[in-house]
Structures are given as structure tokens and as C-alpha cells.
């Protein structure tokens, strides 16, 4: 009997389990939206724009009400990351996030109208990403270390994403590390930045593979080093800051997905579910690796977790660097 008692007894217990489980799962999923639903990336083109255009058919299908991306670029990503902190918590605003308006610009701005920890809710970190140093074919160097010696003789300019991006602060760590002044050139967006380096307007700059891969395989854009702990695989002959001399030099991008400070738990659940679904989705997984992005879809509280680590992590680079908005 008392075996009988104990298999019963477990067998309850997998049961209310299950019926939890089961509940839960059934309460993200009650959720839906009443309306069209805007999808804010906070900085003009560039792979946070591809990221959000993949996931946006996809999660409008299954939410059944339109998903309209829309850019909102300016000040580093404050201005489109305030307008969702100030958006109503109703699931009908959602923020393509990265490391400048959620993890930098904290410590780079003297201050910001919205608090990336209280005012935004995380639903998924989406990728990860390290970065190339890129420059233009004109420029005569090969490796970092050529680079570091022409910035000692020669007056050279960089571009960056925007004000606080990882584009930006990463190329502020090679100047403080190896004691060279390089002008900064921010740019709204991936888009112009790109252009202008192709063009020659600019010298150099940081950018996740994405933005550049196509400029290099023809030729319009030279890489020399890539800030990730090891060579990528597409080209493998790319060799790592960290191989060029600088140990510990590892910079990495990211993009995610918030919604208002504030959201209902069902509300982020629901969205928990569907775009980590369509990020792992063979064909939006494919897009996405091709551009060298390492797919996380991971849940809120690692996302919120991530957030919490990153904040002090670029605030000490910033702080290194005297790096500051201007």
C-alpha cells in the first residue's frame, strides 16, 4: 500500500504539474493584441532594422494584427528607446534594443530621460555579435599594428554607428590601449557610415559583419582585425585583436527585443514565445548566421540578466576612456 500510495502520489504530482505547465502556457498564448502593433528601432538601417524586417511577418502572422516597423533614430538610440519607455504598457509597442540606449549610453550620457533598467521590460536577447575593424583599401596598412603607427604620424577619422554605439566605444578602447587620437565621426545609422567609409570620407571604423561582408568580398573595404575571441569563420584569415597584441580585447554587439516598463507578465510571455520561435526558425536562423549573428533567443530574465552585466561592463570602458557624448 504504501508503494501504491507513493506511485499515486507522484503521479498527482506530474499531473498538477503538467496542468500548471500547461495553464502557463495557455495564459501567455491568451493574450493578443487589439490593434496594430509598432516595432521601434531606435537607429536608421543597418542590421537592428534587418533583425526587426525578419521577425515582423513572421510575428504578425501570429499575433493577427499588422506589425509595422518604424525607425526612430537619433541621439545614440535615446530618442526611439525613450518613446517606447514612454509608450503605454499595453504589449503595443516594442523596442529593437543594443548596447548604446540600453547599455552605454547609462554612463556615456550625463542623463537620459528614460532608465533602461525600470522603464523598459526585456522580452529576449535576439544576437550577439563581435565585430571587424574595417578600412578603406586607401589606406595603407595590413594589421593593427601598422594601423596604431600610421595614427601616430597621420591625422585619421573613424565612423561609428552612432553617439554610444559598440561601434563607437570599441574603437575609444584601441585609442586609450594604444595611446593614439583618432577623430570620431558618428553617424545616425550603419547605413551612412558604411557609405562614407566605402567612399573615403572616413578611414576606419568597428562594424558587425553584417553592415560589411559584401564591401570586403568586392573589394570597396579592407578588414585587418575582428574583436571576438576567436577568427570568424568566413574569414578565417582575419586575425582577433587579441592575436594583434591586445589580450582580453573582446567587444561584442547585440540586439533585443523590450516593451514598456511596466508590461504585464502574460504580455511579455506571449511575445517570449513567438519570437524566440521565429529566431530559431531554420530559415530566419540561416539569415541571420550568414550574417555572422549567434541566434541567443533566450528568456527574459537571462535578457534582463545580460542587461544588468552590461551596464557596468561599458560603463568601466567608459570611464577608461573618458569617453563622453558630444
Known amino acids: 500500500m504504501k508503494f501504491l500510495f507513493t506511485r499515486r502520489a507522484a503521479l498527482s504530482l506530474i499531473a498538477g504539474a503538467a496542468a500548471l ?12 493584441p487589439t490593434k496594430a502593433v509598432r516595432i521601434i528601432v531606435p537607429i536608421v538601417g543597418g542590421t537592428n532594422d534587418v533583425v ?27 530618442i526611439g528607446a525613450n518613446e517606447v519607455a514612454k509608450a503605454a504598457p499595453d504589449g503595443h509597442a516594442l523596442l529593437v534594443g543594443f ?34 575593424l574595417a578600412v578603406h583599401p586607401s589606406v595603407p596598412v595590413n594589421n593593427v599594428k601598422e594601423f596604431v603607427a600610421l595614427a601616430k604620424t597621420k591625422k585619421l577619422a573613424y565612423a561609428s554607428v552612432s ?7 570599441t574603437m575609444e578602447m584601441l585609442k586609450s590601449a594604444a ?30 559583419p553584417g553592415n560589411i ?15 571576438g575571441a576567436k577568427r570568424f569563420p568566413s ?13 582580453d580585447f573582446v567587444a561584442v554587439s547585440w540586439i533585443g527585443f523590450l516593451a514598456p516598463g511596466g508590461t504585464p507578465k502574460p504580455i511579455i510571455d506571449r511575445y517570449n514565445t ?19 549573428f549567434e541566434v541567443v533567443a533566450g528568456s527574459p530574465d537571462q535578457f534582463a540578466g545580460w542587461i544588468k552585466t552590461e551596464i557596468p561592463r561599458w560603463g568601466k570602458v567608459i570611464k577608461a576612456t573618458g569617453a563622453k557624448a558630444d
Do not use: C
Open 235 to 247: 574569414m578565417p584569415d582575419v586575425p582577433t585583436m587579441i592575436e594583434q597584441g591586445y589580450p
Open 274 to 292: 513567438e519570437i524566440t520561435k521565429i529566431l530559431r526558425s531554420p530559415e530566419v536562423r540561416e539569415q541571420l548566421e550568414k550574417m555572422e
Open 179 to 208: 595611446g593614439v587620437d583618432i577623430t570620431h565621426v558618428p553617424y545616425k545609422g550603419s547605413g551612412p557610415a558604411v557609405v562614407d567609409l566605402v567612399g573615403g570620407q572616413v578611414d576606419a571604423a568597428f562594424l558587425v
Open 99 to 132: 548596447n548604446g540606449p540600453i547599455a552605454i549610453n547609462t554612463t556615456l550620457f550625463s542623463k537620459l530621460p528614460y532608465d533602461p533598467v525600470k522603464d523598459l521590460t526585456p522580452i529576449t536577447l535576439a544576437v550577439t555579435s563581435p565585430q571587424f
Open 52 to 78: 526587426a524586417r525578419l521577425v515582423q511577418p513572421k510575428l504578425q502572422q501570429a499575433l493577427g494584427q499588422p506589425v509595422i516597423v518604424e525607425n526612430r533614430g537619433g541621439a545614440g538610440g535615446n
Open 21 to 32: 505547465l500547461s495553464n502557463q502556457m495557455a495564459a501567455a498564448e491568451a493574450w493578443a
Open 213 to 227: 561582408s559584401g564591401f570586403v568580398k568586392d573589394g570597396k573595404v579592407k578588414v585587418i582585425a575582428s574583436t
Open 163 to 169: 553617439m554610444g554605439s559598440a561601434s563607437h566605444l
